[in-house]
Structure formats: C-alpha cells, structure tokens
C-alpha cells in the first residue's frame, strides 16, 4: 500500500505563493505517475499538474505559467509550488499516485489508484 500526505497548505492573499508538499510512503517506486488536483465546494475534481516517470510534465491551462511541479526521488516527496494565487484557485488540494509510469490522460484523475487526504487551500482577494 501506497499512503500519501499532502501539507503546505493555507490561506493566502491573491497574488501570493505556497508550496505544497506530499510526503508518499509505503510501496511507492520513482517510477509511479502522480499528480496534484484539487475541488472546491460544489464542483467537481479538476487536474492541476502532474509529473511521469520521465519527468514530464503536464499543467491545467488555468495554472500554466503560475504553478510548477516536481519531485525529489530521493524524499518520496512531491511538490507544487503555487505563484501569483488568484481567488479562484480556491479549493481542497489532493496529491494522487499511480503505478503506471506514464498515464494516458495525466490530468484525468480516474487514472489515480493512491489518493492522500487533501490540504486547503483558500485565497482571498
């Protein structure tokens, strides 16, 4: 099994920055695909940004040019790290990994078996 726990996240005013942090443990391996995506009240699960197992990377157009993501093998820990928050990017945060080293749809988040607990994320204008 496969846990995963998602932190950094907090309340921010539009325009500011917080990087999000997702610590995995248990039988993950580099080469797992994972992903951040986030829901705010009332809508649906949307993709963020995810990363393969060929470091590729994959971002929302709604985030393109403000949020990066990465990984660090080394620490089981992947990241994002989230410039110049809009109201808008309100919402609970999930971290999600999958086995497959490269998934078909890497926004698609039905294509994530391990999903960690979610971190809030709330930015005021």
């Known amino acids: 099994q496969v846990q995963l726990v998602e932190s950094g996240g907090g309340s921010v005013q539009a325009g500011g920055s917080l990087r999000l942090s997702c610590a995995a443990s248990?039988?993950?391996?580099?080469?797992?695909?994972m992903g951040w995506f986030r829901q705010a009240p009332g809508k649906e699960r949307e993709g963020v940004a995810a990363?393969?197992?060929?470091?590729?990377?994959y971002y929302a157009d709604s985030v393109k040019g403000r949020f990066t993501i990465s990984k660090d093998n080394a620490k089981d820990t992947l990241y994002l790290q989230m410039n110049s928050l809009k109201p808008e990017d309100s919402a609970m945060y999930y971290c999600?990994?999958?086995?497959?080293?490269?998934?078909?749809?890497?926004?698609?988040?039905?294509?994530?078996?391990?999903w960690g607990q979610g971190t809030q994320v709330t930015v005021s204008s």
């Open positions: 990363i393969d197992s060929d470091g590729n990377t």
């Open positions: 999600a990994a999958d086995p497959s080293p490269w998934v078909r749809r890497p926004l698609d988040h039905s294509w994530y078996v391990y």
């Open positions: 248990g039988r993950i391996e580099s080469s797992y695909s």
